[in-house]
T-cell receptor, first 117, second 111 residues
Framework: AQKITQTQPGMFVQEKEAVTLDCTYD???????LFWYKQPSSGEMIFLIY??????QNATEGRYSLNFQKARKSANLVISASQLGDSAMYFC??????????????FGRGTQLTVWP | EPEVTQTPSHQVTQMGQEVILRCVPI?????FYWYRQILGQKVEFLVS????????KSEIFDDQFSVERPDGSNFTLKIRSTKLEDSAMYFC?????????FGPGTRLTVL
């Protein structure tokens, strides 16, 4: 069975500081992808970053980077230089891919990030 | 930039009524999904759709739910007889490669 665990219900960070949001996953499949989404209070789901299980380099997208540690089954999101607009719920998700079938996303429970001035 | 659109943004209905939630996925995407999020809870998978048929569905997606792609652009989720516990935000998503894009969601309120 596939499972995503986010152990931090809430995190606080001061503006301009970096913050790490934790995510661990469990799967017996070898081919999978890890995603992070941002959900502001308005409710939409905004795609941030993707890491494939076979990617050797950690993914980066602007101020977002994914610290992928395959042996530990962790995929932490690092946000550098936090901004007030980063305050939102953050979800880690996993997709298992089998052959040519692209599977559904399994979501964690989310971490509410608050950035204070 | 192309985006997934959903209508309506908010739907209020009486228990037992049928609702149809509409989505227009990104045009060259091949996989489509419905997810829901009950207020304050995590996002739950409902169903995936590929090549004009359901490819996977969750235990939530029972006989009260159905999906259609009636005209090659719209992707609809129908709930035949809504229950109070169907109140949630419903997200449509479409996929190409490694990016699964979500629509803005439809907030369904069942009274």
């Amino acid at each position: 069975a596939q499972k995503i665990t986010q152990t931090q219900p809430g995190m606080f960070v001061q503006e301009k500081e970096a913050v790490t949001l934790d995510c661990t996953y469990d799967t017996s499949d070898q081919s999978y992808g890890l995603f992070w989404y941002k959900q502001p209070s308005s409710g939409e789901m905004i795609f941030l970053i993707y890491q494939g299980s076979y990617d050797e380099q950690n993914a980066t997208e602007g101020r977002y980077s994914l610290n992928f540690q395959k042996a530990r089954k962790s995929a932490n999101l690092v946000i550098s230089a936090s901004q007030l607009g980063d305050s939102a719920m953050y979800f880690c998700a996993m997709r298992v891919d089998r052959g040519s079938t692209l599977g559904r996303l399994y979501f964690g429970r989310g971490t509410q990030l608050t950035v204070w001035p | 930039e192309p985006e997934v659109t959903q209508t309506p943004s908010h739907q209020v209905t009486q228990m037992g009524q049928e609702v149809i939630l509409r989505c227009v996925p990104i045009s060259n995407h091949l996989y489509f999904y419905w997810y829901r999020q009950i207020l304050g809870q995590k996002v739950e998978f409902l169903v995936s759709f590929y090549n004009n048929e359901i490819s996977e569905k969750s235990e939530i997606f029972d006989d009260q739910f159905s999906v259609e792609r009636p005209d090659g652009s719209n992707f609809t989720l129908k709930i035949r007889s809504t229950k109070l516990e169907d109140s949630a935000m419903y997200f449509c998503a479409s996929l190409l490669g490694n990016e699964q894009f979500f629509g803005p969601g439809t907030r369904l309120t069942v009274l």
